[in-house]
């Protein structure tokens, strides 16, 4: 298991300066400035191979609402699909405290951290989370009337 750190220094470090408007409009000066290019493929979600080097170099998004939701980045390999995920979790584990030690010291303290799972960082314009998943670790830029969103507590909470 791999993590690029340099390249995940390099996204956030654009993330954080970039200027973000929360609008899907931000995708591709984003992606232009990151030197990727978006291949949308019809009736598909658009892919967004990034330069990052780890095995599975890609990026996700979603999109809704004429607004970018979060892109969502590989920043380190992808555990293989016939892989038994309790065997990756020691490696998955040490690439996510690396990747987050090398974070903080360039975005700054955490606003937030879940358990060693979610590191975030709230700025002005983006949320920027280290997301360990099953089988890898994402740099997430997600959109502020996003995060909003889904820091709201669920009416259900309220029982």
């Known amino acids: 298991m791999h993590a690029d750190i340099e390249g995940a220094i390099r996204v956030a ?6 200027d973000w408007s929360g609008k899907v409009d931000d995708v591709e000066p984003f992606c232009a400035a990151s030197g990727w290019e978006i291949v949308e493929k019809e009736g598909r979600s658009p892919v967004i191979p990034t330069d990052l080097a780890v095995n599975r170099p ?26 038994i995920p309790l ?6 584990e040490a690439c996510f ?9 360039t975005l700054g303290a ?13 700025l002005s314009e983006i949320v920027i989370r280290l997301r360990r998943g ?26």
């Open 134 to 159: 099953i089988g890898s670790v994402r740099l997430d830029l997600v959109g502020r009337q996003y995060q909003a969103e889904l820091d709201e507590p669920d009416p259900e909470d309220d029982d």
């Open 97 to 105: 405290a690396d990747l987050g030690r090398a974070l903080t010291e």
């Open 58 to 83: 890609l990026a996700t998004i979603n999109l809704r609402k004429r607004r970018m939701d979060y892109l969502s980045i590989y920043v380190t390999d992808a555990a293989a699909p016939d892989s």
């Open 87 to 92: 065997e990756d979790e020691p490696e998955l």
């Open 110 to 122: 955490p606003t937030r951290h879940d358990v060693d799972k979610v590191l975030r960082w709230d």
């Open 13 to 18: 470090r654009l993330a954080a300066e970039f």
